[in-house]
């Protein structure tokens, strides 16, 4: 049935606002904020409005992804914080003790928020401890507690109101939903083709021919509607066709390498080149599923871990490639089954393109996990996954939450001592430019006075004018839609339009004068001043000088776990405490090292080091770990040895020494080609069972740590001196 016009016209909009979100936040910011300022000019409201409107805004605001239910959760959520922080700072105003009591506590509690949520608790830190600071700056008591409780609260739910207003119209952006089917099924078919001894053929051979055919079906269907989409077209629609392309060409060599897979499958070494391309199909299981979240998401961290995933994929190839062209020279089939290695690897950077070309916040870069886990089931919520419970926080969390508890203190104190009329501003101030390290700090001080400035000039030249009323709510209107429209995009614009913002409502309200521009920017360059040197006192250091030192403990613990491993084999021990507590070392060092490369991430641009090449290089030490582990299971029996097994241990405890060592050097190049030339027997030695199983899980594990240490010796060859993986990152 063809939709009316009407319908279609509403349709379209509703896709461009999706499209462009800098725009639809701009938008929801402004209807959220000026729906309670038009109601109190008409009515008179039971509570002071200016609660309600900064609560509305702020959670009409809020870019939030997910199933709905968790998103309605959230927003709820984020209300009730609101209007407890309003009703919070209403039974600390009339005294200077409850009032540094309440404002500790909320700052306190702010920290927490950023531990718990760190996707969206800044938001909601920083906006709860803005409506405690405007409560301690007007008069107090239990009747206006109520007042300001039941304010923000109204506010609150009319922030969810303008949120869910037009989920009914467009549950989902159905066009990226469908491209995200099609690597959904890629990812399917992936997973059937992975090798896996213990399925059985039969079953396996009818999984695959099910999944190709779904991914063929599906495949078709997407291209059907991209081309037939009767939508205004736009420039998402060409991108979309592209990654579903992508996807397409993928297929194709995927299938192509499988048949090349069973041609080899009577060979007497099959068993070990399966466990080698094991690492690469698991890889590209879950690089494939995370593609089909981010086309839908849009979320940025989901898009960076998608690109470390796509760097690790990349090495892994070129490393598999590499060690089946050498394993038997000028054998055709392991020559074609290289090639095709190859051919996956040229797709790599044209799937990343595409993928980037539809996600309007790709440039984005925070503090996002750079730890690449299995995706074994498809699973969009990234509100349940934003959830970290996981204790205690981190250092630098801790002694940030510190410093701002610290800075809001202090500026209460000025405010309730001296009893400025607008004394909030200094703490606000302090409260925005504070950032958890120095440079970013440094940053965005410079940022709020210089958009402080540029807005006090103009408002200031305005404030010559006699506007009328309709003019200044009109200007209020747009200048919250700036302001939010660039809050992501550039800070200091943002604050130009807040600065003007905040002079034409107070001039709605009474006569501003040119003092009143003044006293803002006075209270700007205070609080900036303030807050640069709270975090000079606590002189950073960057993490960029401390990645190397994290990154070579967890290379020698996974040394240490290997010739642990290697002992045992020797000796015929099973997973005993000595090799639990290798394990357990390995693991805690992979967990520092990427709460590193966390922090890392949100340093500024140049003090990052490369993070994506450096996330490759800890993602591989954590799988090396994984496959350490998957062999260490299986031990037992009698004693073990060989040349193959004792070359291994020896040469991959040499190549992690030599990963771990600052000032690499050719010897990176000569252990790739040592690793490559160690062979493992396609049969065990043993004629004991047990031994014989634990023998040949010592070849088929060690194929695979063969071929993960490959790539990440490729990825430190290949890596810039300065992208946090050697000597330069650390000076």
């Given at each position: 049935m063809q939709r009316s016009g009407l319908w279609s016209r509403i349709d379209a909009v509703l896709e461009e606002r999706r499209l462009k979100p800098d725009l639809a936040r701009?938008?929801?910011?402004?209807?959220?904020?000026?729906?309670?300022?038009?109601?109190?000019?008409?009515?008179?409201?039971?509570?002071?409005?200016?609660?309600?409107?900064?609560?509305?805004?702020?959670?009409?605001?809020?870019?939030?992804?997910?199933?709905?239910?968790?998103?309605?959760?959230?927003?709820?959520?984020?209300?009730?914080?609101?209007?407890?922080?309003?009703?919070?700072?209403?039974?600390?105003?009339?005294?200077?003790?409850?009032?540094?009591?309440?404002?500790?506590g909320v700052t306190l509690a702010s920290g927490a928020w950023r531990h718990v949520i760190p996707?969206?608790?800044?938001?909601?830190?920083?906006?709860?401890?803005?409506?405690?600071?405007?409560?301690?700056?007007?008069?107090?008591?239990?009747?206006?507690?109520?007042?300001?409780?039941?304010?923000?609260l109204a506010g609150g739910l009319l922030g969810v109101l303008v949120q869910v207003a037009l989920w009914p119209f467009r549950s989902e952006h159905?066009?990226?939903?469908?491209?995200?089917?099609?690597?959904?099924?890629?990812?399917?078919?992936?997973?059937?083709l992975t090798p896996d001894a213990a399925r059985a053929a039969a079953d396996r051979q009818r999984a695959i021919a099910e999944r190709e055919a779904q991914l063929r079906l599906t495949l078709d269907q997407t291209r059907h509607t991209l081309?037939?989409?009767?939508?205004?077209?736009?420039?998402?629609?060409?991108?979309?066709?592209?990654?579903?392309?992508?996807?397409?060409?993928?297929?194709?060599?995927?299938?192509?390498?499988?048949?090349?897979?069973?041609?080899?499958?009577?060979?007497?070494?099959?068993?070990?080149?399966?466990?080698?391309?094991?690492?690469?199909?698991?890889?590209?299981?879950?690089?494939?599923?995370?593609?089909?979240?981010?086309?839908?998401?849009?979320?940025?961290?989901?898009?960076?871990?998608?690109?470390?995933?796509?760097?690790?994929?990349?090495?892994?190839?070129?490393?598999?490639?590499?060690?089946?062209?050498g394993h038997e020279p000028g054998d055709p089939a392991l020559h074609q089954l290289a090639n095709l290695l190859h051919q996956l690897g040229e797709l790599v950077p044209e799937t990343r393109a595409a993928l980037r070309a539809t996600i309007a916040r790709a440039g984005e870069r925070a503090a996002f996990s750079l730890e690449l886990l299995d995706l074994h089931a498809r699973a969009l919520r990234p509100l349940a996954a934003a959830i970290n419970l996981r204790w205690p926080p981190e250092a630098a969390l801790v002694r940030f939450t510190i410093r701002l508890a610290s800075l809001q203190l202090l500026g209460v104190a000025v405010m309730k001592h001296f009893g400025f009329s607008r004394g909030y501003w200094l703490p606000?101030?302090?409260?925005?430019?504070?950032?958890?390290?120095?440079?970013?700090?440094?940053?965005?001080?410079?940022?709020?006075?210089?958009?402080?400035?540029?807005?006090?000039?103009?408002?200031?030249?305005?404030l010559w004018l006699p506007l009328p009323g309709w003019a200044i709510l009109a200007a209020m209107a747009l200048t919250m839609a700036g302001f939010a429209f660039w809050l992501k995009r550039n800070y200091a614009v943002a604050v130009f339009f807040i600065t003007l913002f905040v002079v034409l409502i107070t001039e709605a309200q009474e006569r501003v004068s040119v003092a009143f521009t003044l006293e803002r920017l006075a209270a700007t360059l205070?609080?900036?001043?303030?807050?640069?040197?709270?975090?000079?006192?606590?002189?950073?250091?960057?993490?960029?000088?401390?990645?190397?030192?994290?990154?070579?403990?967890?290379?020698?613990?996974?040394?240490?776990?290997?010739?642990a491993i290697g002992a045992a084999l020797a000796e015929g021990r099973r997973f005993d405490d000595r090799l639990i507590a290798a394990k357990r070392a390995a693991e805690s060092a992979n967990g520092a090292l990427f709460s590193?490369?966390?922090?890392?991430?949100?340093?500024?641009?140049?003090?990052?080091?490369?993070?994506?090449?450096a996330a490759a290089l800890a993602n591989g030490n954590q799988r090396l770990t994984s496959a350490l582990t998957g062999l260490a299971v299986q031990l037992g029996g009698a004693p073990l040895s060989g040349p193959a097994l004792t070359d291994f241990v020896h040469l991959a405890g040499e190549a992690l020494a030599e990963l771990a060592r600052e000032d690499r050097g050719p010897r990176l190049a000569e252990l790739r080609a040592a690793l490559d030339r160690v062979h493992f027997p396609s049969r065990p030695r043993a004629t004991d069972a047990a031994a014989a199983r634990t023998e040949l899980a010592a070849y088929l594990q060690f194929a695979r740590c063969a071929t993960e240490l490959d790539a990440m010796l490729l990825e430190a060859a290949s890596g810039p001196a300065g992208a946090g993986l050697g000597p330069a990152a650390s000076r």
């Open positions: 701009g938008l929801r910011a402004t209807v959220g904020f000026m729906l309670p300022v038009l109601a109190a000019l008409w009515w008179k409201l039971p509570f002071d409005v200016t609660f309600a409107a900064i609560t509305a805004q702020n959670v009409a605001m809020v870019d939030v992804r997910g199933s709905y239910p968790l998103r309605l959760g959230l927003l709820l959520a984020m209300t009730a914080v609101f209007a407890g922080s309003g009703w919070l700072g209403a039974f600390g105003a009339p005294a200077l003790a409850p009032a540094l009591a309440v404002i500790g996707d969206y608790g800044p938001s909601i830190a920083s906006t709860s401890v803005f409506l405690t600071l405007l409560a301690l700056a007007l008069p107090g008591g239990e009747t206006v507690a109520s007042q300001h409780f039941l304010a923000a159905p066009l990226r939903r469908i491209v995200s089917d099609s690597w959904l099924a890629l990812s399917d078919l992936l997973d059937a081309e037939t989409h009767g939508g205004r077209p736009g420039p998402l629609l060409p991108r979309l066709h592209a990654l579903n392309h992508a996807a397409a060409r993928l297929f194709t060599r995927v299938v192509a390498l499988n048949s090349a897979l069973e041609n080899l499958r009577e060979r007497t070494d099959a068993p070990l080149l399966a466990a080698s391309l094991a690492p690469v199909f698991s890889s590209l299981v879950n690089t494939t599923r995370l593609v089909a979240v981010t086309v839908v998401s849009r979320q940025p961290s989901h898009l960076a871990a998608v690109e470390v995933r796509l760097v690790r994929l990349s090495h892994l190839l070129q490393a598999t490639e590499d060690r089946v062209a606000l101030t302090m409260l925005v430019v504070l950032q958890p390290d120095y440079g970013t700090t440094r940053l965005r001080a410079a940022q709020r006075v210089l958009g402080t400035i540029a807005g006090g000039v103009l408002a200031s030249a305005l205070a609080g900036g001043v303030l807050a640069l040197a709270a975090a000079y006192l606590f002189w950073p250091v960057w993490e960029r000088g401390q990645f190397p030192q994290i990154l070579a403990r967890a290379l020698g613990a996974n040394r240490a776990y290997l010739q590193s490369l966390q922090r890392m991430s949100a340093e500024p641009k140049h003090q990052q080091a490369d993070v994506d090449a």
